[in-house]
């Protein structure tokens, strides 16, 4: 529920920043994916407005923010909400949206706004001092098994389900992801990061009880950067790092096993997207599921695909 309620809050959001809402078609990824998210979040800068988006303020947080936030520098922004009778706070970075705190039903007296205000102090370190926003980085914190958002070893934010990715995916993984991609991007760093330390291994279903129904050949490509967040033709959201494809014509929901033909990896995708559409490729697998059969760098690469049957 609370994925949800961020989800419609991010959307007001976004289509108030960029004035247009996103679509998605799978396509191989362009190598440069970063570079160009980077200039989308400039151009949506330029056009955002944090104090139009928001919904029904909170009388005492905005009045303690309009004191507190005097001692943070202007690139650091916090506004504050209600949405079905739960307050929520939004860190804006240069003027868009990169985190959203959410009420914690058992301690009250940590507000939103005030978990906002303790991150953005955190991240002032690093503007204040010019740093290397390279030193903000994500691993999985075994012990409190939740992704921490780190600044030189320390944590600086925890995502779950009160601290989330301004726009959420539903996937813990990805949000941690693609958080910290936006804090470094925003904060100067030059390159995204692809990997999260100590990440635990995704689980797979059982294979055992799986037939093979079909079997066809060719090449695949894959997609990733460009396409994370939008809808897919299936309805859902793409998660580049979902062990995901899309095919031209089997159903939703249909899982393959793709093996590439050069080195003999394989993984079991799941079928939620059409394409791809470029002549002589079979399937179009997310970047993840590129990545586990070595099949990034090349970009396409020959494949057999078997279709499975429970």
């Given at each position: ?88 706070a939004i860190l804006h970075i240069d003027d868009l949206p990169t ?41 999985w914190d075994e012990a409190l098994e939740e992704y921490a958002i ?161």
């Open positions: 529920m609370i994925q949800t309620l961020c989800r419609s809050l991010a959307a007001a959001v976004l289509v108030s920043a960029t004035g247009v809402p996103l679509s998605a078609h799978a396509e191989p990824a362009a190598q440069d994916a970063y570079a160009n998210s980077q200039e989308t979040l400039e151009i949506a800068a330029e056009q955002s407005d944090p104090a139009a988006t928001e919904l029904v303020p909170q009388d005492n947080d905005s009045a303690r923010l309009e004191a507190d936030t005097l001692e943070l520098s202007e690139i650091f922004q916090i506004t504050t909400h209600t949405v079905d009778e739960r307050r929520i985190l959203t705190f959410v009420e914690k039903t058992t301690d009250a007296a940590m507000a939103p706004a005030s978990r906002a205000e303790q991150v953005a102090q955190h991240l002032e370190q690093v503007y204040q001092a010019d740093s290397d926003a390279d030193a903000i980085l994500v691993r780190t600044l030189d070893g320390e944590t600086v934010v925890l995502i779950n389900d009160t601290t989330q990715y301004f726009n959420p995916t539903g996937e813990a993984a990805t949000d941690a992801l693609q958080a910290t991609n936006r804090l470094r991007m925003l904060l100067g760093a030059p390159e995204a990061l692809t990997e999260i330390e100590g990440q635990p291994a995704p689980e797979i279903a059982a294979q055992a009880d799986w037939g093979v129904a079909s079997v066809f050949s060719g090449q695949a490509s894959w997609y990733g950067p460009g396409f994370h967040g939008r809808q897919t033709a299936s309805g859902e959201r793409f998660n580049q790092n979902a062990m995901t494809a899309a095919h031209r014509t089997l159903p939703f929901g249909t899982r393959v096993r793709v093996i590439n033909v050069h080195n003999n990896s394989e993984i079991i995708v799941r079928i939620n997207d059409r394409g791809p559409f470029s002549r002589g490729r079979v399937i179009d697998l997310s970047a993840a599921a590129a990545r586990e059969i070595g099949l990034d760098r090349a970009g396409v690469g020959p494949v057999r695909v078997e279709v499975l049957a429970d």
